[in-house]
């Protein structure tokens, strides 16, 4: 029962079943689909069904039987802990007409780990497992050292943790070789400013002169950077290539889907092309540098809010630790106003998981708030921010202004206070960052829902006689950027 990993399946097909209740009612997110879905594809092995079902026993069986025959692997996850509603083991077991019995291995390791004897204990539930389950182990990527603990298997199916990052630990460590692999095929994408109704056609014609290709079309609705991806997928790299060289009449743009990822390097690419940029984001990164030169990593926090300043402030320095630093995570504080826009909490999340941000919040205002943080967190002997020429205030500041008065003591960094509102726009688009969706709509200075409305220096009239506005980056006289503060 107990093994090395082994390359024994030559998987070509794959199936995915998540189990809980919680992901059903909506309790809880699931990214583990997505990232089996990534990971199964980069072995070449194609993902042909999901099905999330509840902590049932009887429905676990019933689907794991089902896709155990049909597609040549099953990965589960979810419900092998210690709870009541842990069914997934006692549900596998079911499907091939086993029983569960405790696996002498896994107990010692339940031991050692949970300091427990008693076999009636919870913690021992994880050790029950289907006699016929095979235990494999392999190497741990970070530290090349074999797994401590097994990911079981019974014939062609593979039970993962439910918890996101055991899961894609395991994956990681175990799924090259224990899962196998089929055939890569090649894949492109293309990024185009068309929407995708008023391409349709060409489309068409490129999916009928190149059926050995598999092309995907995918509306971007927030329109930030592009309106429309085409993917491209084939067997060969010459089959991709003629369809990539008949697709460039429409005229595709450069879009970056992952801006964060070597972000230093982009950078320099970017000055390269943008020569005239290069002035104030050498000035930027020069005061970063100086920055994390006079206090440790662990003593500067970025004072975010997911505003276009901030955003370019977080960029910049993240893109110096990943080149200088590139074992530190970065801090961040996010200081919370009473009624702030939807859309700006939900582009927070999403941006602070983007850049693995150790991120804290405390409410407004802000004096008491950055008090809070320094009672929280009193390491903290620097906070970067996004203020900038024009904002309040900013004419009092230079790139390293200590708090005054009666504010709590801190060392506040303004590493883009010379930086104009054209230049703010130029990195964001030119480096395909995201920003909240409030700046497609005519927002160009970002409060709260009572002090803030779309620009109307950006208003038209649509077709329908219907007021609209443009997006932030097109406005025309950068004087007018707070005309939409109230």
Not at 25 to 54: C, M, W, Y
Not at 73 to 89: A, C, E, Q
Not at 260 to 271: N, P, S, T, Y
Not at 404 to 413: A, E, I, T
Request: some cysteine; proline content about 7%.
């Amino acid at each position: 029962m107990t093994s090395r990993v082994e390359a024994t399946l030559e998987a070509r097909t794959a199936a995915v079943i998540v189990v809980g209740d919680e992901i059903l009612k909506g309790q809880t997110r699931d990214t583990n689909t997505h990232f089996l879905a990534v990971g199964l594809r980069e072995l070449g092995i194609r993902l042909e069904r999901v099905s999330v079902i509840p902590d049932q026993v009887d429905t676990i069986a019933q689907e794991v039987r089902a896709f155990s025959e049909r597609y040549d692997v099953v990965l589960t996850s979810g419900g092998i802990g210690p709870t009541h509603d842990d069914v997934t083991l006692e549900g596998v077991a079911r499907a091939f007409g086993d029983t569960t019995a405790h696996h002498p291995l896994i107990v010692d390791l339940c031991k050692t780990w949970f300091k427990k004897e008693d076999l009636e204990d919870p913690c021992f539930k994880l050790a029950l497992i289907p006699t016929q389950s095979k235990l494999n182990f392999g190497v741990d990527k970070a530290t090349g050292k074999k797994t401590w603990y097994p990911l079981v298997s019974v014939k062609n199916v593979f039970l993962f943790p439910g918890i996101p990052d055991l899961l894609r630990k395991a994956f990681t460590n175990l799924g090259p070789d224990l899962l196998g692999t089929g055939v890569r095929r090649t894949t492109e994408e293309v990024y185009l400013a068309q929407d995708e109704v008023s391409i349709t056609a060409q489309l068409n014609q490129l999916v009928a002169a190149h059926p050995e290709v598999q092309f995907g079309s995918y509306p971007s609705w927030l329109g930030q950077h592009y309106r429309t991806k085409v993917t491209m997928e084939a067997a060969t790299r010459e089959q991709v290539d003629s369809a990539l060289a008949d697709i460039q009449h429409l005229n595709p743009i450069t879009f970056d889907p992952r801006p964060v990822e070597g972000a230093w390097d982009k950078m320099q690419r970017f000055l390269d092309t943008e020569p005239d940029m290069r002035e104030v984001v050498e000035e930027a990164l020069a005061v970063v540098e100086e920055c994390f030169t006079r206090y440790p990593p662990g003593a500067v926090s970025v004072c975010y809010n997911g505003g276009k300043d901030c955003i370019v402030l977080l960029h910049l320095v993240h893109a110096y630790c990943q080149h200088r630093l590139p074992s530190t995570r970065l801090k961040s504080f996010y200081i919370r106003e009473p009624r702030t826009f939807p859309e700006m909490e939900d582009f927070l999340a999403s941006s602070v998981a983007a850049y693995s941000l150790d991120n804290s919040v405390y409410e407004a205002p802000m004096k008491a708030a950055l008090g809070r943080m320094m009672e929280a967190e009193p390491e903290v002997a620097a906070t970067v921010l996004g203020v900038r020429g024009g904002d309040p205030g900013a004419r009092h500041v230079a790139a390293f202004s200590p708090t005054d008065g009666d504010w709590p003591r801190v060392m506040r960094v303004h590493p883009v206070l010379g930086w104009s509102y054209g230049q703010v726009w130029r990195f964001l688009r030119g480096l395909s960052l995201p920003y909240p969706a409030l700046y497609d709509r005519g927002y160009t200075s970002l409060g709260n829902t009572d002090n803030t409305v779309p620009n109307p220096a950006l208003a038209y009239t649509d077709p329908m006689g219907e007021t609209r506005y443009r997006p932030a980056h097109l406005l025309e006289d950068p004087a007018m950027e707070r005309r939409g503060r109230l």
